[in-house]
């Protein structure tokens, strides 16, 4: 059975709970890998809206394994809340939770607070970043340790770094001993779980959070998140071998946005930006905050793809783009009179870059209602045709709206 890498090729809600849960229809197991609840998938089945932030989007499906992986930092009282709300809906999913996992406590979250008032990054302030700073200065408390009592109680009163007085440590206990108790059963080693699981061949999916624009390594830093968002965070985050990944499945929009700071080259006029906002619901699942709105930038989409080598493109909301005229591709950026082909790590050099558009017909026909690729008008047609030409890479699915039902596929690569 194949394994699938499902990635933002974007700054992040491009889309990929949809598309995992899709996917997960013939799904085993989905993994999560690295992030935490500053991620927000949305997803509309079974008559209802799912807002997930921690856990993998496969949890909407009865079948379906659901892996919290160590690369992820992980707030049980955000977890716990999670899955309530899917208890409260019908459903029980089945979760697994690495004890390798990192835990993000109220100092992270308050550090992270009074980070954001110097740094200004445009962070979701849910002690993402100060955790993942713990969890690399060795510092950190992993849900291994959180579960077990007596381990998380010397690790309070063992820690240095953060100012723990005995009241503090007391009310840290009683906090979070209905936590433990609840998350114990789910905290294994899920490494071990997963080597099982390719042993009995069967279907895997990695639910990538954020997007390849946000990587630590390889986004617009220093405006990007805290871990490897891309398909090469996958071995290290989930504790499997790269060769195990079979393909990689970048999703992005047929337009571009972004939330929080740094420079977005493509970005439209307010008037037409607030059209796209509203049609397509622009508005983060985590913090609420209108997206700034951009055309789909294919210099920025050609370097997700050189990180992560897409097998497939799957292109998301592109019913939002019905009555653009005319629609824009960005296919290079000009940087002082130079033309510029790839995307450049210097923020102080991509804040001076304007972009180069190839300009195609819009379309005005509705897509939400289509079952098929031939179904599409011409002008829709034409542009992802473009998109291949300039990227070199297959759309192998589009969705056409927010539903399951609203997805077409192209080609036989999934």
Not at 127 to 134: E, K, N, S, T
Not at 140 to 160: H, K, P, S, T
Not at 271 to 276: D, N, T
Not at 307 to 324: E, K, R, Y
Request: aromatic letters at 8%.
């Amino acid at each position: 059975m194949p394994s699938y890498a499902i990635i933002g090729a974007q700054w992040g809600d491009e889309g990929k709970g949809k598309i995992t849960d899709y996917l997960a229809e013939k799904a085993d197991v989905v993994v999560r890998f690295q992030g935490g609840d500053n991620a927000g998938h949305t997803i509309y089945a079974n008559g209802h809206k799912f807002a997930l932030h921690l856990l993998p989007s496969g949890s909407i499906r009865p079948h379906t394994l659901n892996i919290l992986g160590n690369g992820m930092v992980i707030n049980p009282v955000s977890l716990s809340l999670e899955i309530k709300t899917l208890k409260g809906v019908g459903l029980t999913p089945t979760i697994a939770i690495s004890n390798r996992a990192h835990v993000i406590l109220p100092h992270h979250i308050e550090k992270d607070k009074e980070n954001e008032k110097t740094q200004n990054i445009g962070t979701t302030l849910k002690g993402i970043g100060p955790a993942y700073m713990d969890k690399v200065g060795r510092t950190g408390l992993r849900m291994g340790a959180f579960v077990n009592e007596a381990l998380f109680e010397a690790y309070l009163r063992n820690d240095q770094t953060h100012d723990l007085t005995e009241e503090k440590i007391k009310a840290l206990l009683d906090t979070y001993a209905p936590f433990q108790k609840e998350l114990a059963p789910m905290v294994q080693d899920t490494s071990y779980l997963l080597s099982e699981a390719f042993k009995k061949d069967q279907f895997i999916l990695f639910e990538g959070a954020q997007g390849t624009l946000l990587d630590i390594d390889h986004g617009t830093y220093p405006y990007v998140t805290s871990s490897a968002t891309s398909a090469a965070g996958i071995p290290q985050g989930a504790g499997v071998s790269p060769k195990q990944i079979q393909k990689v499945l970048g999703v992005v929009k047929a337009y571009t946005t972004r939330v929080g700071e740094g420079t977005l080259v493509s970005e439209m006029n307010e008037e037409l930006a607030h059209q796209i906002r509203e049609k397509g619901n622009e508005y983060g699942t985590t913090t609420g905050r209108p997206r700034r709105i951009g055309y789909l930038d294919l210099v920025a989409l050609k370097h997700a793809h050189r990180v992560n080598q897409f097998d497939a493109l799957i292109l998301t909301l592109f019913d939002v783009l019905s009555g653009i005229h005319p629609l824009k591709l960005v296919i290079a950026y000009d940087y002082h009179g130079t033309r510029l082909d790839t995307f450049p790590a210097e923020p102080e050099i991509l804040a001076e870059c304007t972009p180069i558009f190839e300009t195609l017909e819009g379309f005005d026909e509705d897509l939400s209602t289509l079952s098929d690729y031939n179904q599409l008008p011409q002008a829709a047609k034409l542009y992802l045709k473009a998109i291949e030409k300039h990227t070199g890479i297959p759309v192998g699915m589009i969705s056409v709206g927010k539903h399951r039902e609203q997805t077409l596929r192209m080609t036989n690569i999934l």
